[in-house]
Structure formats: structure tokens, C-alpha cells
């Protein structure tokens, strides 16, 4: 069957956007891969072949990367029907040299070998930058992170308040606020101006986003000072949880700091899953469960991340109608082909065009960046084919310029980059 032209040109003028990444994992001290093992050991990875059979064995930390990798290989032939392994496949063609269409367990050692030559360049990350073309990427920083020791107007810190809101309780997680911080905890006073500190010193540190992930029956509420002094050595953190969630979303109103939303996530449900292999969703999240935040708080930008498809009309109806809500990327169990051309056909039918942060990688190391992104981009396109150029909405020019608009231009806008 003949190449879709259209679809190919449109694909191709995309790939010319440069980049900025709103969402990773990326560890900025070590933000390549050093060997295959750590391209394979993504959750992605380890998840599809202990589904298909793999037993968690090879995964033991003792067991030598080669090993490992040989074993995860050996397995691909059962899920060399997903969108990850063509992620695989892209990052083996671009990064090293791979010509063939379908990996053998044969090749196992020889991408290793290969892998772990090329990944020992000392320019190696520049090159992946300069492969993916890639600007800036946002992390995934802990409220204790130093912020030290790294380009900040590359790697762009984002605080992430997991912990802060959903750990109080613990006292290691009070210590590492005194720490941080130099303030203890003993009241809502000293609650507010412990965050307030991590809050200025990111802000110092060049951050553009505060970030959570949080679980399907989570609400947020604002709790009067008496009510958080009489729990503050409570033993359930979710007594306090949605009070601590409400002064972060202050502090993101006093910093004009866009707040990050990542609904819906069930954690541990597969209890004896591979490593970051545990994680699900179920059907009991609603975006009404924010509605109470989302009008408190009209200057604070949510871009909201819904864990399923299913969600995606309602996370589409609340951006239609509240403005300061943003649908952000295709995460996770969404972040395949499929679900993205559905959830992004809805989103951009109906959203703004000047709301819809298109994509994030979500990657741990910096080679994913670029066969996600293309991922996206080839769906992207042909969207964009389908629903707007052959109907005669747009030219072929002005559907790369709305294309450039979810890909990096709303990024740069409502992040401020």
C-alpha cells in the first residue's frame, strides 16, 4: 500500500520542532543510559515480558546487565506487537545502527556491545539532545532536591509534592523538611512556612512547575489552622492529606506556578508485580473530585493528566469550560497509539487550541525521548490530515502551525519557559 504523502509530509515537518519536554524522570546527574540494560530495564520492558511469561529471576540485582538483557530479548518475539517495542526498535536504529525490522534473541549481544560503546561517548548526551532535537526537559524533583550540579536551563526542576502531601506523617519525611527546610513541622504556621522555603528554593533554582500524582479517591479540602495544628501527629496521612494539597495549591497561586495534576493512579494493585509493574487505575476518579480547587484557586494553571481514555471527555469538558484547566499529554496506560489519536481527536475538536499541551515523555533516560515523540508526532499528524487539511480547514502550513502550537509552543507559554 502506497505512503500516505500527506501524512508523511506533515510527520516530517513536525520532526523539525525543537523540543521542550514538559514531564520526565530524567536524573540530570546521569540522564543518558550507560548500557542496554538500562534502556531495557524501563518498567515498560520488564512489565511486558514478565507478562508474557518472563519470570522475575533475571530482574535480581545480582544477575549480570548482559544477562538481563539477553533474557528481556529472548521474550520480545511475545510483545513485538506493541507500541514499546517499536520504541525499541527506533532507539536501536537511531542510536545504534540496528538495520534490521525485527530483533532476535541473536542480536542481544551485539546491541549490547554496541550499546555500551556508544553510550560512553563523552559527548553522548549532547548528541542525543542534538538527535532528538531537544531544547529543554522538565524533571521530577523531590521537595529535598538540592537543585545542584546541573544546567537548569536545560534540565528544568519541577517540584514534585507526593511526598510532602501524602507522607507528613512520617517522621523521616519530617525530618527531611527540617532539613531542607530548617523548620519543623509542629503546626499549620510552620507547615505553610516550610513550603513556602522549598517553594523559594526552586523558584531560585529556575523551576516552572509544581507536580503530584494522586489516587482515585483523593479530594482536596481547605482545613482551618486549628483543625491541621489538632492533626499534625496524626497516624493516617490522609487525615491532613487534602489540607496539605490546598496550601501547596496556595503557594502555586503566590509563586504563579502552574500545578501539575496526575489523576487517578491505583497503587500496588498487582502486588506482586515487577518494579514500577505494581501500578493500575479503576473507575472511581472524577475531575468533580476538584472542583473545589479548580475555583478556589482561577490563577493557578492545572494542566490535569487522566490515567485512562475513558476519562478523556471529562477531562475535555472541564477544559472547555474552566479556564485555567489544561489537558496535558497521554499518560502512561493512554500513551499508545490507539488511545492517542482517539483522546487527541477530542481534544482538539473541542479545547482551545492555545490550552492543549500536546505530549511528555515521561522517560527516565534521555535516549526515550526522541521514538516517543515521534510516536506522537506520526498520530499527530494524521489528525491533523484527516480532520483539518483534506476537509479544507487548513492549509498544509497552517496545520504545522498548529501542530508547532501543541508541541512546543504552549509549552513555552503556559510553563513560561
Same mark, same amino acid.
Given at each position: 500500500?502506497?505512503?500516505?504523502?500527506?501524512?508523511?509530509?506533515?510527520t516530517?515537518?513536525?520532526?523539525e520542532?525543537?523540543?521542550?519536554?514538559?514531564?520526565?524522570?530524567?536524573?540530570?546527574l546521569?540522564?543518558?543510559?550507560?548500557?542496554?540494560?538500562?534502556?531495557?530495564?524501563?518498567?515498560y520492558?520488564?512489565?511486558?515480558?514478565?507478562s508474557?511469561?518472563?519470570?522475575?529471576?533475571?530482574?535480581?540485582?545480582?544477575v549480570?546487565?548482559?544477562?538481563?538483557?539477553?533474557?528481556?530479548?529472548?521474550?520480545?518475539?511475545?510483545?513485538?506487537?506493541?507500541?514499546?517495542?517499536?520504541?525499541?526498535?527506533?532507539?536501536?536504529?537511531?542510536?545504534?545502527?540496528?538495520q534490521?525490522?525485527?530483533?532476535?534473541?541473536?542480536?542481544?549481544?551485539?546491541?549490547?556491545?554496541?550499546?555500551?560503546?556508544?553510550?560512553?561517548?563523552?559527548?553522548w548526551?549532547?548528541?542525543?539532545?542534538?538527535?532528538t532535537k531537544l531544547?529543554?526537559?522538565?524533571?521530577t524533583?523531590?521537595?529535598?532536591?538540592?537543585?545542584?550540579?546541573f544546567d537548569?536551563s536545560?534540565?528544568?526542576p519541577?517540584?514534585?509534592?507526593?511526598?510532602l502531601?501524602?507522607?507528613?506523617?512520617?517522621?523521616?519525611?519530617?525530618e527531611?523538611?527540617?532539613?531542607?527546610?530548617g523548620?519543623?513541622?509542629?503546626d499549620a504556621?510552620?507547615?505553610?512556612?516550610?513550603i513556602?522555603?522549598?517553594?523559594?528554593?526552586?523558584?531560585?533554582?529556575?523551576?516552572?512547575?509544581?507536580?503530584?500524582?494522586?489516587?482515585?479517591?483523593f479530594?482536596?479540602?481547605?482545613?482551618?489552622?486549628?483543625?491541621?495544628?489538632e492533626?499534625?501527629?496524626?497516624h493516617?496521612?490522609?487525615?491532613?492529606a487534602?489540607?496539605?494539597?490546598?496550601?501547596?495549591?496556595?503557594?502555586?497561586?503566590?509563586? &504563579?506556578?502552574? $500545578?501539575?495534576?496526575?489523576?487517578? !493512579?491505583?497503587?500496588? =494493585?498487582?502486588?506482586?508485580?515487577?518494579? #514500577?509493574? +505494581?501500578?493500575?487505575?479503576?473507575?472511581?476518579?472524577?475531575?468533580?473530585?476538584? &472542583?473545589?480547587? $479548580?475555583?478556589?484557586?482561577?490563577e !493557578?494553571?492545572?494542566? =490535569?493528566?487522566?490515567?485512562?481514555?475513558? #476519562?478523556? +471527555?471529562e477531562l475535555?469538558?472541564?477544559?472547555?469550560?474552566?479556564?485555567?484547566?489544561?489537558?496535558?499529554?497521554?499518560?502512561?496506560?493512554?500513551n499508545?497509539?490507539?488511545?492517542?489519536?482517539?483522546?487527541?481527536?477530542?481534544?482538539?475538536?473541542?479545547?482551545?487550541?492555545?490550552?492543549l499541551?500536546?505530549?511528555?515523555?515521561?522517560?527516565?533516560?534521555?535516549?526515550?525521548?526522541?521514538?516517543?515523540?515521534?510516536?506522537?508526532?506520526?498520530?499527530?499528524?494524521?489528525?491533523?490530515?484527516?480532520?483539518?487539511?483534506?476537509?479544507?480547514?487548513?492549509?498544509?502550513?497552517?496545520?504545522?502551525?498548529?501542530?508547532?502550537?501543541?508541541l512546543r509552543?504552549?509549552v513555552?507559554?503556559?510553563?513560561?519557559?
Open positions: 500500500m502506497p505512503a500516505d504523502t500527506l501524512v508523511r509530509d506533515l516530517a515537518a513536525l520532526a520542532i525543537p523540543l521542550i519536554d514538559p514531564h520526565s524522570h530524567i536524573d540530570p546521569s540522564p543518558t543510559s550507560r548500557s542496554l540494560d538500562d534502556i531495557l530495564g524501563y518498567h520492558y520488564t512489565e511486558l515480558a514478565h508474557a511469561g518472563m519470570s522475575q529471576a533475571p530482574l535480581a540485582e545480582e549480570p546487565a548482559r544477562d538481563r538483557v539477553r533474557e528481556i530479548v529472548r521474550h520480545m518475539d511475545r510483545y513485538d506487537n506493541t507500541a514499546q517495542y517499536s520504541w525499541f526498535i527506533d532507539i536501536a536504529r537511531t542510536f545504534l545502527g540496528f534490521g525490522t525485527r530483533l532476535t534473541p541473536a542480536d542481544a549481544d551485539r546491541l549490547f556491545d554496541v550499546a555500551e560503546k556508544t553510550f560512553a561517548q563523552k559527548d548526551e549532547k548528541q542525543v539532545f542534538e538527535k531544547e529543554k526537559i522538565f524533571l524533583n523531590e521537595f529535598d532536591d538540592p537543585l545542584m550540579d537548569t536545560r534540565y528544568v519541577c517540584l514534585r509534592t507526593d511526598t502531601v501524602f507522607h507528613l506523617d512520617r517522621p523521616d519525611t519530617r527531611r523538611v527540617l532539613k531542607a527546610t523548620i519543623k513541622v509542629v504556621a510552620t507547615l505553610r512556612m516550610a513556602a522555603t522549598l517553594f523559594l528554593h526552586f523558584t531560585r533554582k529556575g523551576a516552572k512547575a509544581c507536580a503530584i500524582s494522586l489516587p482515585p479517591d479530594e482536596p479540602a481547605h482545613y482551618d489552622d486549628e483543625y491541621i495544628y492533626q499534625i501527629r496524626f493516617d496521612c490522609r487525615d491532613i487534602p489540607g496539605v494539597f490546598w496550601i501547596v495549591a496556595e503557594f502555586c497561586r503566590e509563586f &504563579r506556578m502552574p $500545578f501539575d495534576l496526575m489523576i487517578g !493512579v491505583n497503587r500496588k =494493585v498487582y502486588a506482586n508485580g515487577v518494579y #514500577q509493574g +505494581q501500578d493500575l487505575f479503576d473507575q472511581r476518579t472524577s475531575l468533580l473530585q476538584y &472542583r473545589r480547587v $479548580f475555583n478556589a484557586f482561577p !493557578v494553571t492545572f494542566p =490535569v493528566s487522566v490515567l485512562t481514555s475513558g #476519562q478523556n +471527555q475535555v469538558a472541564y477544559s472547555w469550560i474552566f479556564p485555567n484547566v489544561v489537558p496535558n499529554g497521554h499518560w502512561w496506560y493512554s499508545i497509539p490507539a488511545y492517542i489519536r482517539k483522546d487527541l481527536s477530542e481534544r482538539i475538536q473541542a479545547v482551545p487550541k492555545t490550552k499541551v500536546g505530549y511528555y515523555s515521561d522517560a527516565y533516560k534521555l535516549e526515550f525521548v526522541l521514538p516517543k515523540y515521534a510516536m506522537y508526532r506520526r498520530v499527530l499528524a494524521g489528525v491533523l490530515a484527516d480532520e483539518f487539511v483534506r476537509p479544507g480547514v487548513l492549509s498544509e502550513t497552517g496545520a504545522v502551525a498548529l501542530g508547532t502550537r501543541l509552543d504552549n513555552r507559554e503556559i510553563f513560561k519557559v
